[in-house]
Nanobody, 126 residues
Framework: QVQLVESGGGLVQAGGSLRLSCAAS????????VGWFRQAPGKEREFVAS???????????DYADSVKGRFTISRDNAKNTVDLQLNNLEPEDTAVYYC????????????????WGQGTQVTVSS
């Protein structure tokens, strides 16, 4: 059972930056795909970014079109963490951000991920 804990959310003005972090309880975390999703009030949870293991020391990142070029996902397997750097934030980025992990075939599908964190709130003011 992998436990995930997110941190780093907060209130920021449009154009600002935040760094979210997802800490995992298991060392095997390194072979899991880790995704970040977000859910705004009244909306469905949506894919933001993911990073998946490609074998040995290779990892592949993927991003939703709405965040490509503004958000960057990275992982530190020595620390069992996956970070999401959020730059040039927009009010539309306001949501609860969730970290998820699992052995995933379809990286953008919520139901593919077995483990979820509790979420961290990101609020962007205009």
């Amino acid at each position: 059972q992998v436990q995930l804990v997110e941190s780093g959310g907060g209130l920021v003005q449009a154009g600002g930056s935040l760094r979210l972090s997802c800490a995992a309880s298991e060392r095997t975390f390194g072979t899991y795909t880790v995704g970040w999703f977000r859910q705004a009030p009244g909306k469905e949870r949506e894919f933001v970014a993911s990073i998946r293991w490609g074998g040995r020391i290779t990892y592949y990142a993927d991003y939703a079109d709405s965040v490509k070029g503004r958000f960057t996902i990275s992982r530190d397997n020595a620390k069992n963490t996956v970070d999401l750097q959020l730059n040039n934030l927009e009010p539309e980025d306001t949501a609860v951000y969730y970290c998820a992990a699992g052995l995933v075939a379809r990286i953008r599908v919520v139901g593919e991920y077995a483990y979820w964190g509790q979420g961290t709130q990101v609020t962007v003011s205009s």
